[in-house]
């Protein structure tokens, strides 16, 4: 005998899985959001860089094509932060002497078993392309070269036709932290003790 279609239970299956991955997005945003409060300051008065606004920076798709459909939902994104002193009018020119603090938050992938968030430090960093201006016009680059640019993590040593870069990292299970003191301590301090020690 056939199963019954039960629509007002897929109905509230729905609505579930929405409002649930909306708390997610909230939480995710909070989260971005206590990062940028501490980070601001510390003795260094990092500033959050904006790529194209004041977001993050992810890879995304409205294409119908199987694999592009994967991309309909965000599973990971990224934010960075740059000292205000080296920062001019929200540009971030590069230079030998640049260092960026970057992180990437990453709720669902193929290679982890629970959420994560990688923490470092960007450095050496050089662009091959006059084209390219600032640090910004790499971040988006960065969504799509995720998995080589962290292929030697905790090392990054990466180039491409438009940039050079090398980096340091950490990750934490993003469901352990769960507190601002928790935030502090297992994020905020070890980024910005690496970003010291580079």
Do not use: C
Not at 33 to 56: C, D, M, T
Not at 83 to 99: P, V, Y
Not at 109 to 132: A, M, Q, R, T
Request: hydrophobic share 35%; charged share 30%; glycine share 6%.
């Amino acid at each position: 005998m056939e199963k019954s279609f039960n629509k007002a239970e897929i109905i509230g299956q729905i609505n579930s899985a929405f409002s649930f991955i909306q708390k997610l997005f909230n939480e995710s945003s909070y989260l971005i959001k206590e990062i940028e409060g501490q980070l601001g300051e510390s003795e260094y008065r990092f500033q959050i860089l904006r790529p194209s606004g004041y977001g993050i920076s992810s890879r995304s798709s409205i294409g119908l094509e199987s694999n592009n459909v994967n991309l309909w939902l965000l599973r990971k994104y990224s934010v960075a932060f740059a000292e205000e002193i080296k920062m001019n009018k929200n540009i971030t020119e590069i230079n030998e002497s640049l260092k960026i603090l970057y992180f990437r938050i990453i709720l669902n992938d193929n290679d982890i078993k629970e959420p994560e968030i990688l923490f470092g430090v960007f450095y050496d960093i050089v662009k091959n392309k006059d084209s390219v201006k600032k640090f910004e016009h790499l971040m988006g680059g960065f969504e799509y070269v995720d998995y080589k640019l962290f292929s030697k993590f905790p090392n990054v040593e990466y180039e491409d036709n438009t940039f050079k870069i090398r980096g340091k990292f950490k990750k934490v299970n993003l469901l352990d932290i769960n507190s601002s003191d928790d935030l502090m301590k297992r994020i905020i301090k070890p980024s910005i003790k690496l970003y010291e020690s580079i």
